[in-house]
């Protein structure tokens, strides 16, 4: 029983390019959350999606940053026109039902660096 | 401003020794305290604590929460190398579904 998958492991991207990070959910979860976590701190919430809908955004920068989880296939984090302040590890987490009573389970994350 | 806390931010100490690593938090509407550890990948879930007093133990860890002083403290016995990573500690808030961060304590376990 697969965790949760991401991809890419490592992603180098020159300033104004853009990043896509997948992220496949543990099977039978409907439930994915984004996290960021720059270098020597901890886990910011980014965005909190169900399939085919956005339900919590409120961690996500207003400009450049989208994300989105379809009916089929992986949740992506998109970062258009990349900066350097951009550089950090991207965590995804996963859950059949909202995460309150049970403990999120991350995937080992995509290290984004902007030269 | 939902807020969590960690101390020390770095701490080095020899095998065979006891850590405490500290948690403290301010959130508006509390409703359990999670205990991560991160070597060089995801953090891995260590403890779910939502009630006060009640020590959850694993092998050589165990972690408690004071609800009303508002922390949490882990310690790790006769800790071993394999033991250095960073710990986190994240608080869920009651009716969002998004964990609050601290900043994380490094721990190097000296052979």
Redesign the interface.
């Known amino acids: 029983n697969a965790g949760?998958m991401q991809n890419p492991r490592h992603l180098v991207r020159r300033r104004g390019q853009e990043a896509r990070l997948r992220c496949s959910p543990m099977k039978g979860h409907s439930?994915v959350?984004w996290?960021r976590q720059l270098p020597?701190?901890?886990?910011?919430?980014m965005v909190?999606l169900q399939k085919e809908n956005i339900?919590?955004e409120?961690?996500m920068p207003k400009e450049r940053f989208s994300a989105e989880f379809p009916k089929e296939g992986p949740s992506i984090l998109r970062i258009q026109q990349v900066v350097r302040g951009d550089s950090a590890a991207y965590?995804c987490a996963s859950s059949p039902i909202?995460?309150?009573n049970s403990?999120?389970?991350?995937?080992?994350?995509t290290r984004l660096t902007v030269t | 401003e939902d807020k969590?806390v960690?101390s020390p931010l770095s701490l080095v100490v020899h095998e065979g020794d006891t850590v405490t690593l500290n948690c403290s938090y301010e959130v508006t509407n509390f409703?359990?305290l999670?205990w991560y550890k991160q070597e060089k990948?995801?953090?891995?879930?260590l403890f779910?604590l939502t009630s006060s007093g009640i020590e959850k133990k694993s092998g050589r860890l165990s972690s408690i929460l004071d609800k009303k002083e508002l922390f949490s403290i882990l310690n790790i016995t006769a800790t071993q190398t394999g033991d250095s990573a960073i710990y986190?500690c994240?608080v869920?808030i009651?009716g969002?579904?998004?964990?609050?961060?601290?900043?994380?304590t490094r721990l190097t376990i000296n052979p």
């Open positions: 949760v439930h959350y996290y020597e701190e901890g886990l910011k919430f909190y339900i919590d409120s961690g965590f909202q995460s309150n403990p999120l389970h991350f995937g080992n994350g | 969590v960690q409703r359990s999670l990948k995801a953090p891995t879930f779910m986190l994240a869920v009651q969002a579904q998004k964990l609050v961060f601290g900043q994380g």
